[in-house]
């Protein structure tokens, strides 16, 4: 690839990264029961990681919402780095070690996340 | 580069901008109460969202700074109005009766003591926490004529927090709250912004139990609007402008700060439940007969602020310490989770903790001003045995920074697992009190309560209190009486 091509492929990156930003920031973040009716925690794994998200999660970024802390439900991460993002920390987030949330926890953390970050489809 | 790492890095960035998006130190505070209000408050329930098959409606409004409510021995509600605000505004206490058609007709009336922070109802007379603002806090016994009756007297609550509650026990005694004097045990510039430490500058937290200090001070700050206060530094459970040291042991007393204390329905002297608590401003008994509490986390201010401590709701054990000053949720402050930005982790203030304290039943919203707390008794209401808890709703930037409106709702807590639902919100793409999302919904929650029949779960809506740089700003008349019910319109 020339230092053209490359050039434009870098530039077109950034825009749609940047255009998926903005309309991340536009998008409903509230997942909340009187809002978008109960989520359906049938499968056990959901229920864990609900139940985990609101001891460790809850109290900076609510249902996803945001709170003291960024909203969650309106970022289209990956898990790979959510997970990150939970071990290492990113600005005034502190990262959790394994001590604190076990890596079966946290796997069940981020599936729930995912399912919250698509509740509102589901009614 | 080969395609991996192209996309390893696409991924990257679209990460990186995605987060960059939300990052806490680029953003100004966005908390509920910055915004502005003029005129009258809106009211209207179809602007407030419930659980399918529920309904919300408005009993009472034009309540000035409204903080609790009960009922009498023939079910007619009675709401309590604090008589001062954050804010340093000074109404007059009252306890009102709320009549059919949503009047109301004044049944007592206190002196300039305020904040009446809750009422309760049992046999044949009701019982007030007056919080004490000028001459510390009491309990009144008021009977359904107005007379009052102070049960106990010269509680701490001149400080930041105030003599809250109460709850009747099974026991039959007055349980009741008492906030701390400050954040977190240090006396500093924040106070004078409250306004008390001008009127009292000796005034201080109390342990309710011996305990030996670490010797931490903070700088005082010389600030001219203090000329008559001493430079220095500051330690904790000390007045302003005093060092300590090392080793230095504070004798513990009853009454005291940050703790759960009861008295007889008759009167007499305080007699100690549990401490260790911030402000311990909602009590309640489970069906089961045990006592929660919920407790108000720490602020980013003062000379001691401490970052991103929750609300809590505590499963309250007798003779039990709860961690304050040094610990938040049962874990100790000093580590990278309650670490201020830029500003380093919170030293102990303490040379050794006077316990193990407990991991709470769960972790609020950090700001949430999670208040006042009942539990539903009620088949038909359902939910029979979960904590239902106000909360007011975040005083930033004063309590510190907020990304988003924190609180101004009313959530369910299943206390057997932790798990924390929304029970009412208002009907927004984005949460906060409606002076700033718009509409006529809720504004500042402060109290739940259900109704004898358990039918009814009234919410006390304080109203309208804007926040800004210079502090609080409270709005009279703006008080609202909401009842939750299950099913369709009688």
Redo the contacts between chains.
């Keep these: 690839m020339n230092a053209g091509r490359r050039m434009r492929r870098v530039i077109g990156l950034s825009a749609v990264a940047i255009v998926l930003a903005s309309l991340a920031a536009c998008y409903p973040t509230r997942r909340s029961e009187p809002l978008v009716g109960p989520m359906p925690l049938d499968k056990a794994h959901l229920l864990r990681g609900r139940l985990l998200f609101d001891r460790h999660c809850y109290k900076c970024h609510l249902e996803g919402e945001g709170g003291l802390a960024p909203a969650m439900n309106d970022k289209p991460l990956p898990k790979f780095l959510m997970r990150l993002q939970v071990r290492v920390g990113l600005g005034a987030m502190p990262g959790f070690t394994d001590e604190q949330i076990s890596d079966a926890e946290l796997d069940d953390i981020l599936n729930y996340i995912v399912a919250l970050r698509h509740h509102h489809q589901k009614q | ?1 080969n395609r991996r790492m192209r996309r390893f890095g ?2 990257l ?3 990186g ?9 680029m ?1 100004p505070s966005a908390g509920g109460g910055q915004t502005s209000f003029s005129g009258t408050r809106a009211v209207n329930a179809s602007d407030i ?4 098959g529920y309904r919300v409606e408005a009993v009472a409004r034009d309540f000035t700074f409204p903080t609790g409510v009960a009922f009498d021995a023939q079910g007619i509600p009675h709401v309590v109005e604090a008589g001062y605000s954050y804010g340093e505004v000074f109404t007059t206490p009252r306890l009102v009766r709320v009549n059919k058609d949503g009047s109301t007709t004044e049944v007592a009336r206190g002196g300039k003591n305020g904040p009446w922070t809750g009422v309760a109802y049992a046999n044949g007379a009701f019982f007030v926490a007056e919080g004490g603002q000028m001459e510390g806090g009491r309990i009144l016994r008021i009977t359904p004529e107005g007379k009052i009756t102070a049960l106990v007297e010269n509680l701490p609550g001149q400080g930041d927090h105030h003599t809250n509650g109460p709850a009747i026990g099974p026991d039959g005694a007055v349980y009741f709250g008492q906030g701390t004097a400050t954040n977190s045990g240090v006396v500093g510039q924040d106070n004078l912004k409250f306004g008390w430490l001008k009127r009292f500058p000796k005034f201080h937290d109390i342990a309710c139990q011996d305990i030996t200090l670490a010797g931490v001070n903070y700088p005082t700050a010389d600030a001219p609007a203090t000329p008559d206060l001493p430079k220095g530094s500051t330690g904790a459970f000390v007045p302003f402008g005093t060092a300590t040291n090392a080793g230095q042991l504070i004798r513990g007393q009853v009454p005291c700060s940050g703790a759960i204390m009861k008295v007889s329905p008759n009167g007499g002297k305080p007699e100690l439940v549990a401490w260790g608590f911030r402000n311990p401003f909602g009590l309640a008994f489970a069906p089961d007969g045990q006592l929660y509490a919920t407790d108000n986390g720490y602020d980013e201010r003062g000379s001691r602020p401490v ?2 401590t ?1 609300d809590v709701l505590w499963r309250v054990a007798p003779g039990t310490w709860y961690g304050w000053p040094d610990y938040s949720e049962g874990l100790p402050l000093n580590q ?2 309650y ?1 201020v ?1 830029g500003k380093g982790k919170p030293q102990l203030v303490l040379a050794k903790p006077p316990g193990k304290p407990p991991r709470p039943v ?7 001003s999670s208040n006042g707390l009942d539990f539903s008794r009620s088949k038909r209401f359902g939910h029979a045995g979960h904590a239902f808890i106000a909360e007011f709703g ?1 005083q930033a930037p004063d309590s ?7 609180g101004f709702r009313v959530i369910r807590v299943d206390v057997s ?9 208002n ?5 906060g009190p409606a002076s700033k999302i718009g509409g006529g919904g809720l504004e500042r929650p402060v109290a739940v309560r259900f109704d004898p029949s358990g039918d009814g779960l009234y919410v006390v809506d304080f109203g309208v209190m804007l926040m800004d740089k210079t502090g609080p700003k409270p709005q009279q008349r703006t008080g609202v009486l909401w009842r939750v019910t299950r099913g369709s319109p009688k």
């Design positions: 580069m696409s991924a960035l679209l990460g901008v995605v987060s960059l998006s939300g990052c806490y130190s953003r969202a419930v659980p399918a970052w991103g929750p990278e989770l670490e930005p769960a972790s609020l919203g950090v700001h949430a975040d510190g920074k907020s990304l988003h409106p924190v697992n932790g798990r924390i639902e929304d029970f009412v919100v009907r927004s793409d984005k949460g």
